[in-house]
């Protein structure tokens, strides 16, 4: 029973992870009338690393006597710090790639494009030794159809141009985040290490910036609404979610819901903003969240 609760735990924090991705692109959208978008990844992840900063305090503060007693080895402070330098490295790469991609091509083709890291994550897997069942490998061809639908108009065509290929980058940079996350977020604390990652993501990106944008303190406050939303819920909340819930869980799974994030941010859009959902976005939805449960059951017949 413990052994079965924990993927079906895992998972719906991954759900969670999603869903609050995918009410922030109307932030991220909304943002950049007011500041530039390294600036806004900066300011962001900023306030995600401040927002963890009692969180790591209050669990220090929950912790057992006997836990307290034991003092993390050098070792383990390094692989720490190498996780979180890791993925915000990773982070801040695909976080701006994707920020600038979008302003050169649709939505609907960024979102496609982004969630392509359900088929790169297998891919290179492959190469690192993550064996995946059939089961899984249908998941994705059925969820990769469902982002068509979800994603892309008829008639759109699907010419590469220079935000098509900035997007692309950033898919890939999501997938070795997503897999670097896997290798760390068994050895470390998940917390301590997202936190680490928001400040060397809100460093870098902070550098550009300064450099190229110029930043002022009332561009920031006219923009505080989805700046506070893309800092505390989608860094500070979301991705420590990411973290946790992926811990233990097959990376490729975590990949496909994950990018429930393009289902949920049209459902978002059509509760939120009125924006009517056509019967070709409908059958995307359901062709998604039909792959997430066929992910599921070689998990759960493993736990047996």
């Not at 503060?61 to 070792?75: F, V």
């Not at 993501?201 to 609404?225: M, Q, R, W, Y």
């Not at 429930?260 to 019967?279: D, P, T």
Request: hydrophobic content about 50%; some cysteine.
């Amino acid at each position: 029973m413990k052994k079965e609760s924990v993927p079906v735990r895992n998972s719906l924090l991954l759900l969670l992870t999603a869903t609050i991705w995918g009410v922030a692109f109307v932030a991220q959208s909304v943002s950049m009338d007011y500041i530039g978008g390294f600036t806004f990844n900066a300011v962001r992840n900023l306030i995600g690393a401040l927002t963890l900063l009692p969180v790591i305090w209050g669990l220090g503060k929950a912790k057992s006597a006997e836990e307290k007693k034991r003092i993390p080895s050098s070792s383990d402070r390094k692989t720490l710090i190498t996780g979180g330098i890791c993925c915000g490295i990773l982070l801040c790469l695909a976080s701006n790639f994707q920020q600038f991609g979008i302003k050169y091509t649709t939505v609907g083709k960024a979102g496609f494009i982004t969630a392509c890291y359900i088929i790169i994550v297998p891919v290179i897997g492959i190469f690192l030794k993550k064996k995946c069942s059939p089961f899984i490998w249908i998941a994705v061809v059925l969820s990769l159809c469902g982002l068509y639908l979800l994603c892309l108009t008829p008639g759109e065509g699907f010419a590469i141009g220079k935000g098509e290929l900035l997007v692309l980058i950033c898919a890939v940079l999501f997938s070795l985040h997503i897999l670097v996350i896997d290798h760390f977020s068994p050895l470390v604390d998940g917390v301590k290490m997202s936190c680490i990652q928001f400040l060397v993501c809100g460093i870098l990106s902070g550098i550009p910036a300064l450099l190229f944008e110029s930043p002022n303190l009332s561009g920031i406050f006219a923009a505080k609404v989805p700046i506070l939303y893309a800092g505390i819920m989608s860094c500070g909340v979301a991705y420590t979610l990411q973290i946790v819930g992926q811990k233990n869980m097959n990376p490729t799974v975590a990949s496909l819901i994950l990018s429930l994030e393009s289902c949920i941010s049209v459902i978002a859009g059509w509760l939120i903003l009125g924006q009517n959902l056509s019967g070709r976005e409908i059958l995307g939805c359901v062709l998604m969240f039909s792959a997430i449960i066929l992910a599921q059951l070689p998990q759960k017949e493993t736990a047996v």
